[in-house]
C-alpha cells in the first residue's frame, strides 16, 4: 500500500505492509522510531519497532538513511504531536543496506548545487522529489487539456533534417552507414546520407499533420546546441506543441491563455502538500502569484508599444532597446512585473528577429507572432500564425538563404490545399519553474545536459 494512500487511512487491526526508503531512525529506550518515505508523497510514515520484536537487534538498530526495507504490522492512532497515524512494525525485511559513511544524503539540507553532482540520488530529497510530482501531474494535465479540446497527439521526428528554427544550433547526428560511399557529399557515408540532426522542433511536421487532422500536438524533447550558462536554458528540454487548422493568431493566443490557467489550476487542485513545501521554503508568495495567473486575464500588448514603453520608462536597461532589438530578460521582466504585474502577451515583431515561417503581416515589416511573457520567467510561449501563402514563403526562405529543396515538401503543404493555421511552443521547464517558483531550470528536469555537462 502507498504511503500517500496509508496516511489517509484510519487504524485498523489489520495487519499490512508498507515499503520505502528509510529517511531517519531514532531510538529511545526499547523503542526504535523510524521514519520511511515511498516518493508517493512528500510525507513520511513513522514506524514504531518494539525491541521484542524479532531481528530488533540485528536489523532494526542497524538501519541507517537510505535503506529499502519492507514492513508488516498494523496501523495505529498516534499519540505524538503533528502525526493522525503510525506504523506498529511486526516484522522487518532489508531489501537494501545503506553504508552511513559514504551515502551522501544526510537529514539535513542540501543545497540545490550539491544536489546536481549526485542526479541519480537527487529525487530522493523532498524538494526533487516534490518538483517531480507536480512535473508528472503536469504532464498528465497536458494530455487531459488537449483531449477535451478536441486535438490528436502526434509523435514527431527526435531525428530530423531541417533546422525549423534557422540559428544553426542543431546537435549533427552522423554515423557511419552501410554502404561504402564515396559520394561527393561529406555525409555520402552516413546512415541517412545527407546532414542530419536532433530536432530543434517538432513545429513543422506538425503543421503537415494539421493540415490533414485539424488540431494536433506534439510533446517530446529538443534539442539545441546553444552554448548558454543561464539559469532558464538546456540543451535538452521537453516542449508542447500544438498545431490548428483554420486558425489565426488570435484564436491561438486564446488557446494559449486556457491551456495555462488550465494547468497551473489543475496543480493547486491536486498537489496541494508539494506547493506547500515550496511556499514554506523557496517563494512565500507562490501560491498567491498561481492563483492570480489563474484569476486574471492576460495583458496583450504589440511589439512596437511594449518597445515604446520601454523606452520612455526612464529605466537604465544592461541591454538598450529599440524598434528591431529583440526582448532580453530585464526587458521581459520589467514588462510583466513593473508595467502590467501579470502574465503579458507581445505580438507583431518585427520579420527581421522572427523565423522564416512566421505569415508576414500587411504592413510588410511584421509578422503574426506572439510570446506569452510570465512574471519571474520571461518568455513560457512562443507562437504565431503560420505563413499559409507560397509565394511569400518561398521568398522569405530565399531572404533568408534556405534552401528551398530542403523545405520540398513543407513547400508542398502551401502548394496543396493551404489553408490559414496557427501554433504555439511551450517550454515544459519554464512552466515547471513557474509552478514550482525554483530558481535554476536545472532543478526541474530529471537529468539536464548543459553545455559541458552531460
Known sequence: MLIREI????PAAAVMEVKGWVRTRRDAGGLSFIEIN???CLGNL???AQSDMDNFETLIRKLTTGCAVRFTGKLAASPAKGQDVEFQAESVEVYGWSPAESYPLQKKRHSFEFLRNVPHLRPRTNSIGSVMRIRGRLAIAIGRFFEEQGFVQVHTPVISTSDCEGAGEMFSVTTPGPGSGGGESPCSTDFFGRPAGLTVSGQLEAEAYALALGRVYTFGPTFRA???????????FWMVEPEMAFCDLDEDIDLAEKFLKFLIADVLDNCREDLELFTKFVDKDLRNRLETVTARAFARTTYGEAVRILAKSGKKFEYPISWGADFQAEHEKFLTEEVFGKPTVVTDYPASIKPFYMRLNDDGKTVAAMDVLFPAIGEIIGGSRREDRYAVLEKRMAERNIDPDAYRWYLDLRRYGSAPHAGFGMGFERLVQFVTGM?????VIPFPRTAGRA
Open 46 to 48: 513513522q514506524i514504531v
Open 226 to 236: 546553444e552554448n548558454s550558462h543561464t539559469s532558464r536554458h538546456l540543451a535538452e
Open 38 to 40: 515511498d516518493g508517493s
Open 7 to 10: 496516511l489517509k487511512t484510519a
Open 439 to 443: 530558481a535554476n531550470i536545472r532543478d
